[in-house]
């Protein structure tokens, strides 16, 4: 919706679904050209959008933020939304993956291995963003039963689905996917949907799970420094926060960042 829907004073745009009864995509195109240009003006570099769901008719009532249920409409205007972006040199973030179910099939030190479960009808819009170039995904917290190999992960597991499908679908988008671009979790969100993990626990294990950007309310500097500890003492995790290093740095390269003005 533009900075109208963040920043008091500012324009706001039509929401997600108007924008989905428009036939010309060109439109949305020239839209997303504006928005980034405006981010630009506030020094903003990472618009975190589009909502690359699909409206389900399961869910109860309507969704403003997605552009509708047909998977290749929906399809075609995140495609011209995110060129739109790309066009002002503003990274976009691909919201909300889709999780429809998690099996644990072990429990490594107090860290469950997962094995989640995948519409390809609702991950197809992120698939196509995936191959345009999109700079980041950020995985949906949902909450659905979970499902174990075996009873012992069962009593092993401290986590609620929510915060399992947060955190752990990463692993999954980069391997199964071929994702190289950023993984973002929102640690608000998932503390308030599990509500049975906080503070520096929950980024550390964001962390341990594979994602490179953590957004937080929560002073960072717990989490801060076990992460460094846990670098530190094991080298797959240092090998894991260089390789999210040099994945920042290389989205703000993208994003000019790089050039003195």
């Known amino acids: 919706d533009g900075l109208g829907s963040q920043l008091r004073g500012t324009l706001a745009y039509p929401n997600a679904l108007s924008q989905g009864a428009v036939n010309s995509d060109s439109l949305i195109h020239a839209l997303a050209v504006e928005v980034g240009r405006q981010l630009k003006l506030i020094g903003v570099h990472m618009n975190l959008a589009p909502v690359s769901n699909l409206a389900g008719i399961q869910e109860a009532g309507y969704r403003f933020d997605v ?63 995936f191959r345009q170039g999109i700079h ?48 973002i979790v929102d640690m608000r969100t998932v503390e308030a949907a599990s509500g049975r993990i906080k503070g520096a626990d929950a980024e550390f294990l964001a962390f341990q799970a594979g994602n490179d950007i953590i957004i937080t309310d929560n002073n960072p500097l717990p989490a801060i420094r076990r992460i460094r500890k846990l670098a530190r003492n094991d080298k797959r995790y240092a090998d894991q926060l260089q390789t999210s290093v040099k994945k920042i740095l290389g989205a703000k390269y993208d994003a000019g960042l790089s050039v003195r003005k």
């Open 67 to 129: 552009y509708g249920e047909d998977g290749f409409l929906v399809t075609s205007k995140l495609t011209s939304y995110l060129h739109g972006l790309q066009s002002q040199n503003i990274l976009g973030c691909a919201k909300y993956f889709p999780v429809q179910g998690i099996t644990v099939t072990d429990v490594i030190k107090g860290v469950p291995v997962t094995r989640p479960f995948i519409d390809s009808v609702q991950a197809y819009p992120f698939k196509e963003l």
């Open 136 to 183: 980041a995904v950020m995985p949906a917290t949902s909450e659905f039963p979970v499902f174990y190999e075996t009873k012992k992960f069962a009593r092993k597991n401290k986590f609620s689905s929510a915060l399992l499908s947060s955190l752990f679908a990463g692993d999954w988008i980069k391997k199964r996917m071929d994702y190289k671009g950023l993984l």
